[in-house]
């Protein structure tokens, strides 16, 4: 589902090139669940963004449920995203002007779905929404938002999740339910799963769990070696 070779990605600043990744090798099979753990600035985040195209490597190859993003442009990594692709942020990005309806309708209508509003609406109910359809995001809780979200990422069925780090805005409770109801929709749906998290409990959770540091995926040697020191 996910191939990434050999990824590098360097930024310009006012002090010189920022390497961002160096080097990523990652295969995440269709169906499979990978936690990503690592400190802050590690580049969790970005390869994540990589991961959906919405971040351009600097070199190496990014493959996903088949597609090479190398030499496709912008319009053509949006329609793919829309089409193949969930995403849930820390911070929801539910549009506020729109109904928690509108919020999950709008990227199935920019996908071509004819009965848009109806698979929004049974996607609300699936996260336990139902009475909160005509509700706008200023009047949800921070964890009826995420669930917002999470109807949202879910609802056209994609081949893959893309989680970064969904429970960072709530308060511990809100949060396990969140990370369970997740689990248990992509079970469910059987949809690849990659979860950026602080959490080692969380991450656990997944099938496998890949450290970051420094931009590089540690091998499970090095990971024992800093677990122990």
């Known amino acids: 589902?996910?191939?990434?070779?050999?990824?590098?990605?360097?930024?310009?600043?006012?002090?010189?090139?920022?390497?961002?990744?160096?080097?990523?090798?990652?295969?995440?099979?269709?169906?499979e669940s990978v936690g990503v753990v690592g400190p802050s600035g590690s580049g969790k985040?970005?390869?994540?963004?990589?991961?959906?195209?919405?971040?351009r490597t600097s070199t190496g190859r990014v493959t996903v449920a088949g597609m090479a993003y190398e030499g496709q442009n912008e319009d053509a990594l949006a329609l793919f995203r829309r089409r193949h692709?969930?995403?849930?942020?820390?911070?929801?990005?539910?549009?506020?002007?729109?109904?928690?309806?509108?919020?999950?309708?709008?990227?199935?209508e920019l996908s071509g779905d004819r009965n848009a509003f109806d698979t929004a609406r049974a996607s609300l109910s699936a996260v336990g929404l139902e009475d909160r359809v005509d509700h706008y995001p200023a009047q949800l809780s921070g964890g009826e938002q995420q669930r917002v979200a999470l109807a949202r990422a879910f609802a056209a069925e994609p081949a893959l999740i893309l989680a970064d780090e969904p429970t960072g805005n709530l308060d511990t409770e809100t949060g396990q339910q969140i990370i369970d109801l997740m689990f248990e929709i992509r079970a469910r749906e059987n949809t690849t799963l990659m979860l950026i998290t602080h959490d080692a409990a969380v991450a656990n959770r997944c099938d496998r769990v890949v450290h970051l540091n420094d931009g590089r995926i540690e091998a499970p040697a090095e990971v024992a070696r800093a677990t122990a020191t």
């Open 1 to 31: 589902m996910v191939l990434l070779e050999d990824v590098h990605l360097t930024l310009e600043s006012r002090a010189g090139a920022v390497n961002i990744l160096r080097g990523i090798n990652l295969n995440i099979e269709t169906g």
């Open 45 to 55: 985040s970005t390869m994540l963004a990589v991961t959906a195209g919405l971040e």
């Open 85 to 108: 692709i969930g995403i849930v942020f820390q911070a929801f990005h539910l549009i506020p002007a729109m109904t928690a309806l509108e919020n999950v309708a709008v990227p199935l």
